[in-house]
């Protein structure tokens, strides 16, 4: 027993198998490897997304294959399609259900601009009710254009300050229910 | 056999006429002879399907609104379109068939909601497409494509985020291809794309 209780300090004979690192590098690694998303499939890019997470382009290849419809448990909302505006405030409140940090893809041409649906009923860009952090061009954009979205994004996660993400909303919160 | 059923139902109800129509057979009924024909048309006449219910905005003239009803005889296969006039500009009504038709339900709530038109005696007359606190009817002919201003339908999340409902910025669309010329120059595309929400439109 005694001896056991030696190996937790410090041993000499592991000190090859030591990484040191710093706490950024090591926290956005986890984070920008294991992003699972949150499918807000509303229009026909969710089709696309469909097909970048299944086996021939397999989204798996970079941990992004756990689609959560829970926000609970999804850190990046994948807004796929026409975000019209009665649905806008879901989409608003999915996001603040979402546990910081919390990422959002605006994937397509109608979730970053409104696309050409230049009408009425259409929220003219998703970034006028949630924070944006990637844009991916095209009608409906290629499931190859949206990894490469994605992998933008966990460049820009390896840049982050990993401790500053967690407290900050950056809006009022919402009451839990609807109104 | 297009016009055999106009003739009998003619004689019936005095107030039908005979419609214009490019295809199958078609007539007007006045307003008040509706709830009648219609119960006629699904009983004694076999059209047991409502295949759809919508409306005309006829902007200017009067009576403004034409509620279009299309009929489809599953055992004789044929359609038949009945056309309502609605009496009040103002505040046009006609009388629900949903109890005829159950599919009438939610396609008299669509026009309801698009026109504007109320149906009397509709189970829960409410918007379908639009939210409940919508203020227009999209698809009367003052209405622009781009929309007017309002609020959100979540009061809540427009205070959080400080969106509205905009006019759409249509850039110099809506964008309309040209029937004439060679195809190379035929696509589509507005006059004037220079504007934008944030570049106002240059006055004509
Ligand atoms: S960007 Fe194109 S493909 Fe995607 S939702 Fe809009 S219309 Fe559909």
Redesign the pocket.
């Known amino acids: 027993m005694a001896e056991k209780k030696e190996e937790l300090a410090y041993d000499t004979k592991i000190e090859g198998d030591i990484v040191v690192t710093k706490a950024d590098a090591a926290i956005n690694w986890i984070r920008s490897h294991s992003m699972w998303p949150m499918p807000m499939g509303l ?3 969710a089709i696309e997304l469909m097909a970048t997470a299944s086996s021939r382009f397999d989204i798996a290849r970079f941990g992004a294959e756990v689609m959560r419809f829970s926000p609970r448990q999804a850190d990046v909302m994948i807004v796929a ?2 975000v019209t505006y009665k649905m806008a405030p879901a989409v608003r409140r999915i996001y603040d259900q979402m546990a910081a940090p919390k990422w959002v893809i605006a994937m ?3 979730a970053s601009t409104g ?2 649906y230049r009408s009425y009923a259409v929220l003219q860009g998703v970034d006028r009710i949630v924070p944006v952090d990637v844009y991916v061009s095209g ?2 954009p290629r499931p190859e254009a949206l990894l490469d979205g994605l992998l933008k994004l966990q460049k820009k996660v390896g840049r982050e300050r990993s401790l500053s993400r967690l407290g900050s909303v950056e809006s009022p919160r919402l009451s839990p229910t609807h109104a | 056999m297009s016009e055999e059923i106009i003739v009998r139902l003619q004689e019936r109800f005095a107030g039908v006429t005979p419609r214009e129509s490019l295809d199958w057979p078609a007539l007007n009924c006045p307003v008040e002879q509706w709830p009648v024909l219609a119960a006629a048309l699904k009983d004694e006449f076999a059209y047991t399907f409502l295949a759809d219910v919508t409306a005309v905005d006829w902007n200017e003239a009067s009576p403004r609104f034409t509620v279009v009803y299309h009929l489809f005889s599953v055992q004789k296969h044929v359609y038949l379109r009945v056309a309502v006039d609605c009496p009040d500009d103002g505040e046009p009504e006609v009388t629900s068939v949903s109890g005829l038709w159950p599919t009438a339900d939610w396609h008299e709530r669509e026009t309801y909601d698009m026109f504007g038109i109320r149906f009397r005696g509709h189970p829960d007359l409410k918007r379908i497409l639009m939210w409940e606190d919508y203020p227009y009817f999209p698809l009367r002919k003052e209405f622009p494509l781009a929309g007017w201003e309002t609020d959100l339908p979540d009061r809540e999340v427009a205070a959080a985020t400080g969106a509205k409902v905009i006019g759409a910025p249509m850039m110099g669309g809506p964008f309309v291809a040209p029937h004439e010329g060679p195809m190379s120059e035929r696509e589509p595309r507005g006059g004037d794309e220079t504007w934008t929400e944030k570049n106002p439109k240059p006055k004509e």
């Open positions: 229009a026909c890019c399609g026409t397509g041409a109608c696309g050409m009608c409906p």
